[in-house]
């Protein structure tokens, strides 16, 4: 091959290799492509080529964008899970307060919920929670996020909302869920904390008094809303 040094041929000849043979190979080749027909072979095999490539890839990003959606939801509710609603939270915290725009959180939970699961099963109670989930979403603006936190309680990120209009929100979904009969429980109540940002120090202490409020009204009697400023004021 005259594209390879003398020595070098004389090598590979010594060693097995057919230098003739390899120059037919190239001619061959260099035939083939200048073969008009097989010009557009090619062309349209690479062109399939790249349009399989192609699919691959967007099927590929579809399988990711699946993947790390299962990551951040729920998989019975199909709400954010407790993980990705924390990261939420964080999130509209800090944007809060750069822009000193308020913010409040909803904590609630479906009331007898063991005395649910003892009658019914777990099965109607996963139902219960499905349709819950459902009614909240139908309820809430497309800016409000909502997440499943534990059990049977959801928690309600409310941007750009005070303490008073996220208590009002909580009463509408409060006595949406009242209203609602649900498959073989019939009606079920919640219990409601709300708290907005201004009443916490820091955002993981913005959930303890969350909590605290929703404790508050479980032990009045259930199906209440309970502000956090009502407890401060209840205490002074």
């Given at each position: 091959?005259?594209?390879?040094?003398?020595?070098?041929?004389?090598?590979?000849?010594?060693n097995g290799y057919d230098a003739q043979r390899d120059h037919d190979c190239y001619q061959?080749?260099?035939?083939?492509?200048?073969?008009?027909?097989?010009?557009?072979?090619?062309?349209?095999?690479s062109k399939n080529l790249l349009n399989d490539y192609m699919a691959l890839i967007g099927m590929m990003e579809i399988r990711m964008e699946e993947m790390s959606l299962m990551s951040e939801t729920d998989a019975l509710t199909q709400v954010?899970?407790?993980?990705?609603?924390?990261?939420?939270?964080?999130?509209?915290?800090?944007?809060?307060?750069?822009?000193?725009?308020?913010?409040?959180?909803?904590?609630?939970e479906i009331d007898?919920?063991?005395?649910?699961?003892?009658a019914h099963g777990r099965d109607i109670?996963?139902?219960?929670?499905i349709k819950l989930a459902e009614i909240i979403k139908a309820?809430?603006?497309?800016?409000?996020?909502?997440?499943r936190w534990y059990g049977e309680a959801f928690i309600l990120v409310v941007p750009t909302t005070n303490n008073v209009q996220a208590e009002w929100l909580a009463q509408k979904l409060r006595k949406t869920?009242?209203?609602?009969?649900?498959?073989?429980?019939?009606?079920?109540?919640?219990?409601?904390?709300?708290?907005?940002?201004?009443?916490?120090?820091?955002?993981?202490?913005?959930?303890?008094?969350?909590?605290?409020?929703?404790?508050?009204?479980k032990e009045k009697g259930r199906n209440l809303v309970i502000d956090y400023e009502t407890i401060i004021n209840e205490d002074e």
């Open positions: 091959m005259r594209y390879l040094p003398e020595k070098t041929i004389e090598y590979l000849e010594h061959a080749l260099k035939n083939y492509l200048k073969d008009e027909g097989h010009k557009k072979n090619l062309k349209d095999f954010f899970n407790p993980m990705k609603i924390q990261n939420v939270i964080d999130l509209e915290w800090s944007r809060g307060k750069r822009y000193h725009s308020p913010l409040s959180l909803l904590l609630f007898g919920w063991q005395e649910i699961i003892e109670g996963n139902q219960i929670l309820n809430i603006r497309t800016t409000d996020v909502l997440g869920i009242e209203r609602t009969t649900f498959d073989t429980v019939g009606n079920i109540t919640c219990s409601f904390g709300v708290a907005d940002r201004d009443a916490a120090m820091d955002v993981d202490d913005w959930v303890v008094i969350l909590e605290m409020a929703l404790k508050k009204a």
